[in-house]
């Protein structure tokens, strides 16, 4: 299986920064990279495909980079309702692959 | 608006089966494929696998090859996944998602139900 692996597992930062979350895989996925966001006690919500499409109405302070076995996601100004957990995962081989999840929090 | 409505919470004993239900509304079921992904307390989600709304064609992951089954009922719009021979390390949400309609068929779980919470203990 692709090992999805992201850092950090944990970042803090003020209203405002820019915040970059990274994704490696173990393996090339080419670009099929997609991230999600998720709340406590709340599903995941599906927020970039293919490394850099934003779904309809994600906010576009977020943005997402990469090919092959390193992507980014950023954050360009953190705001408050940012405060989740976040998970790149991977579908260039099957099994599909998440990573282990970065969390942010607002200081 | 895409919505997808999971069963309640169940709790079992070890060895014994779940099946968790997944009832979509807001477009047109056959359309599209719906996965299944499961999230341990504490973890990433781990993806189960996927069934094909418009012909009932399943890919599973190889890890639970053999111990998952999932299924159709396409007249009432409802998918639903069977574990098998369940085990502690089995206890987590499981969740229904519909593909999301601009990645490859099968690829992206982009639209999600709320989760079904399956506890399994002696």
């Known amino acids: 299986d692709i090992q999805m692996t992201q850092s950090p597992s944990t970042l803090s930062a003020s209203v405002g920064d820019r915040v970059t979350i990274t994704c490696r895989a173990s393996?090339?996925?080419?670009?099929?990279l997609a991230w999600y966001q998720q709340k406590p006690g709340k599903a995941p919500n599906f927020l970039i495909y293919?490394?850099?499409s934003l779904r309809s109405g994600v906010p576009s302070r977020f943005s997402g980079s990469g090919s092959g076995t390193e992507f980014t996601l950023t954050i360009s100004s953190l705001q408050p309702d940012d405060s989740a957990t976040y998970y790149c995962?991977?579908?260039?081989?099957?099994?599909?692959?998440f990573g282990q999840g970065t969390k942010v929090e607002i200081k | 608006q895409v919505h997808l409505v999971q069963s309640g919470a169940e709790v079992r004993k070890p060895g014994a089966s779940v099946k968790v239900s997944c009832k979509a509304s807001g477009y047109t079921f056959i359309k599209f494929v719906v996965h299944w992904v499961r999230q341990a307390p504490g973890q990433g989600p781990e993806w189960m696998g996927w069934i094909n709304a418009a012909n009932g064609n399943t890919r599973y992951s190889q890890k639970f090859q053999g111990r998952v089954t999932f299924t159709l009922d396409t007249s009432a719009s409802t998918a639903y996944m069977e574990l098998n021979s369940l085990k502690s390390e089995d206890t987590a949400l499981y969740y229904c998602?519909?593909?999301?309609?601009?990645?490859?068929?099968?690829?992206?779980?982009?639209?999600w139900g709320q989760g079904t919470q399956v506890t399994v203990s002696s």
């Open positions: 998602a519909r593909d999301f309609e601009y990645c490859t068929g099968g690829s992206c779980p982009g639209y």
């Open positions: 995962q991977q579908f260039h081989t099957y099994p599909w692959t």
């Open positions: 393996q090339s996925v080419n670009t099929w």
């Open positions: 293919k490394v850099s």
